[in-house]
């Protein structure tokens, strides 16, 4: 009795997987192409010289607590947690002014007009920024000009050089070498290791809410740097 229900059972299931597969058959008729749908999202197109087969995935690369090799790689990723988190949004902030003066730039004609308007957002930007960046410690300044290239893709003195003449950028360059910061510096966290844990704080934090998330304006790849440093 078992084995009758057992074949009996088998034979179900095989036709209504062959039910399934009809329902899932469709004829391409310009290209007489069959696109097969196996499951959602998934598509196989196959004609008498070729099979693809297209997967439409958003990647999603889960980061979990960073694996500290030692102390003293402890206390700096640390040091550097606690302080990309409080410059994170000034940077963020920063490049959409300067996204929206320079779409702005782009749709008036007049030089005159060019350099009145870049005269009032540069103001703007100075009264808006310039008393929170004054209580920044010289490595929260540092780690800010690094932020600064990862959402402009422009070092801090190329920005300041377009609002500004080329001797006012070399002078606030200067000034900042004095404190020890570099307006000059770029980001990079596949071949310099403090850019990677910046760039690893920064995904975790979107990844948990703690910060709010925006795309780079350079190609960062993240996974190849994990590799590197790991």
Do not use: C
Request: proline residues 2%; without cysteine.
């Amino acid at each position: 009795m078992l084995k009758h229900l057992a074949i009996l059972y088998i034979f179900l299931l095989s036709f209504v997987l062959q039910a399934q597969q009809k329902n899932r058959v469709f004829l391409n008729d310009t290209s007489k192409e069959r696109v097969l749908v196996t499951s959602p999202g998934l598509y196989m197109i196959k004609d008498d010289s070729l099979a693809v087969e297209a997967v439409n995935l958003d990647e999603v690369l889960l980061l979990g607590p960073f694996k500290f090799k030692s102390r003293a790689e402890r206390r700096t990723y640390l040091i550097l947690h606690r302080k990309t988190k409080k410059v994170w949004p000034y940077a963020v902030l920063a490049s959409e002014r300067l996204t929206e003066l320079n779409e702005r730039l782009n749709s008036i004609e007049s030089k005159h007009k060019k350099k009145k308007y870049t005269k009032i957002v540069q103001k703007y930007i100075e009264d808006e920024f310039s008393e929170e960046l004054k209580k920044l410690t010289k490595t929260e300044g540092q780690i800010l000009v690094k932020l600064m290239y990862r959402q402009t893709g422009e070092t801090t003195f190329e920005v300041i050089k377009e609002l500004r003449s080329g001797w006012n950028a070399f002078w606030y360059n200067t000034t900042a070498s004095l404190f020890n910061i570099s307006l000059k510096e770029t980001y990079d966290p596949l071949h310099v290791r403090e850019d990677y844990y910046i760039e690893h704080i920064l995904r975790r934090g979107f990844q948990k809410n703690e910060l709010d998330r925006s795309e780079p304006a350079i190609a960062i790849d993240f996974s190849a740097s994990m590799k590197r440093w790991n």
